[in-house]
């Protein structure tokens, strides 16, 4: 069935660093792979996404990467800040229609820690 | 209201009683996902709809599970002769109609289930 790896499990950086998460996945029929952020005791909350028709996209501090043909993707954070402390999760998905959802899977999670 | 709601927040049973888990979706939301998250790990899926329609429950985890949206709205997941294992945090997510193939999840504050 399908699957996302994602690694590492945590990740500890200082205050400025970047920080790098890694995702492969299973399904080649995969088409958009959107990121979600989970401060503790709270809600998993889109941070970005991307389809698969792109390589690359960066909104601020946040960008992501696709690669396609080995099947993974990247978050990258730049200049993290101690707010950016929290579980981050990648996730993967086929569109079957195009306005409507596909099975959407998670990876494992990453916890991040920015120390100030 | 604005969010997604879930319902009951906490559930408490003893093992061998049924449950049912009430989400309420942002109003005119397509799609509906089901997941488990359990502390520190990802969601786990479980099942989703468009409309009505139930899409794919490839990740219930036996036949005791069971979940419905009759009218492409309001969805109950059911767990019948709970057992301990089931204990987990329930979580329910809605999505509107995608915009080229993608479409953030919104998820709900979730039901902690915890079996006695």
């Known amino acids: 069935g399908e699957n996302v790896e994602q690694h590492p499990s945590t990740l500890s950086v200082q205050e400025g660093d970047s920080a790098v998460i890694k995702c492969t996945y299973s399904?080649?029929?995969?088409?958009?792979f959107p990121w979600y952020k989970q401060e503790l005791g709270k809600r998993p909350q889109l941070i970005i996404d991307?389809?698969?028709?792109?390589g690359e996209k960066k909104d601020q501090r946040i960008a992501v990467t696709l690669n396609k043909t080995a099947k993974h993707f990247s978050l990258h954070i730049t200049e993290t800040q101690p707010e950016d402390s929290a579980v981050y999760f990648c996730?993967?998905?086929?569109?079957?229609?195009?306005?409507?959802?596909?099975?959407?899977?998670f990876g494992q999670g990453t916890e991040l820690s920015v120390k100030p | 209201g604005a969010g997604v709601s879930q319902s009951p927040r906490y559930k408490v049973t003893k093992r061998g009683q049924d449950v049912a888990l009430r989400c309420d979706p942002i109003?005119?939301?397509?799609?509906l996902y089901w997941y488990r998250q359990a502390l520190g790990q990802g969601p786990e899926f479980l099942t989703y709809?468009?409309?009505?329609?139930?899409?794919?429950k490839s990740g219930l985890p036996n036949d005791r599970f069971s979940a419905e949206r009759p009218e492409g709205s309001i969805s109950t997941l059911t767990i019948q002769r709970t057992e301990q294992r089931d204990s987990a945090m329930y979580r329910c997510?809605?999505?509107?109609?995608?915009?080229?193939?993608?479409?953030?999840?919104?998820f709900g504050e979730g039901s902690r289930l915890t079996v006695l």
């Open positions: 399904d080649s029929a995969s088409n958009y």
């Open positions: 991307i389809r698969s028709n792109v």
């Open positions: 996730a993967a998905s086929r569109r079957l229609i195009y306005n409507q959802g596909g099975k959407l899977i």
């Open positions: 109003s005119g939301h397509v799609s």
């Open positions: 997510a809605s999505s509107p109609r995608l915009k080229n193939g993608a479409g953030e999840l919104f």
């Open positions: 709809f468009n409309y009505e329609a139930q899409q794919d």
